[in-house]
């Protein structure tokens, strides 16, 4: 068996560390963006009221004057972006900064993980922390992928703040220093069941971002139909709820069939290594869990009609169910997988 590569190990801790602050830096970049053309469309919408209030008031019958310029004029639809999410509208330097600075993150960061593999001489997921990293960087690439066709730089900030959170507690929660595998785990099956939950989980973490987002648009638009004052101005930058469920269904439908297949590919593993498909394993049954509440999700949605809010809410419930798999079960529950490094 290989040595490990010690001093290539700590090239990868330090090109973790300094990812993770490239990353923060986009991170800034990101909620600057969204403060800036928040503030931008406020002064825009300011302006515009002050125009129309003489029109709408002399109109009404009602006297205008500088005590009504400050009144919400409110048309019943809440202004949001593009529901096509295409890059129209003015060029957003701070957005186009931050997206540069995650792509300049996300090279470091796969330099960090390469390297780490290099070390180890094998492919670097076979602990937490090596799940962890390696997973933040998928999600990293995904996010610049979609980026190439849609305009979610919205998302930027939710994406790249949970990106950040999966580094700390790979550094954090599950340090493991550079070592081989244990035999159960060298297996071809560890490229593949592995690498393919990775990036299903990868999706999943987009749409839960775009489910969040989804809410606070649902909320909003309804109070805008209400005639009442809106929060989150930077919402405007952000495509219609509707539009937003509607593109988050289409990515959970192909996460889920990457699923399915991590199910289907764990338990031709566990026959191999354990001698059984199906054992009732904690972690088995969590993976289990995750695909039902993603499979009743798509057909809720696809079959009874339930969208909206309702939609979102399901959506939420299954990541929880993806992080709780990966966090709570693989720490706090005995079983065969009770291997990843905790």
Known sequence: MPSIDYQLAEYSDLFMLLA???????????AWDLAKSSKTLKAIDQKAAVQSAPKVMATAGAPSGPADSNRQW????AVTADDAMGYTGARRNAARVAVALTALATLIH??????RGLAAHRVPWGNMYEFCTTGALVVSVVFLLVLLRRDLRFLGTFVVGLVLIMMMAATIGFPTPVGHLIPALQ????????????????LFTLTFAMSVLQLLQADR??????????RF??????PSAQSLENFSYRINAVAFVLWTFTLMAGAV????????YWGWDTKEVWTFVIWVVYAGYLHARAT???TGTRAAWLSIVGYLCVVFNFTIVNVYFAGLHSYSGV
């Open 20 to 30: 993770a602050f490239t990353y923060t830096v986009a991170l800034l970049a990101f």
């Open 269 to 276: 593993w566990a026959e191999q290594a354990w001698g059984r």
């Open 110 to 115: 796969a330099a960090a993980v390469v390297a």
């Open 304 to 306: 009874r009609g339930w």
């Open 187 to 202: 297996s071809y099956w560890l490229i593949i069941h592995v690498s393919v939950a990775v990036i299903a989980s990868a």
């Open 74 to 77: 409110n048309t019943g639809e």
């Open 221 to 230: 638009e309804a109070k805008a139909r209400a005639g009442a004052k809106e």
């Open 233 to 238: 101005a930077f919402l405007k930058i952000v």
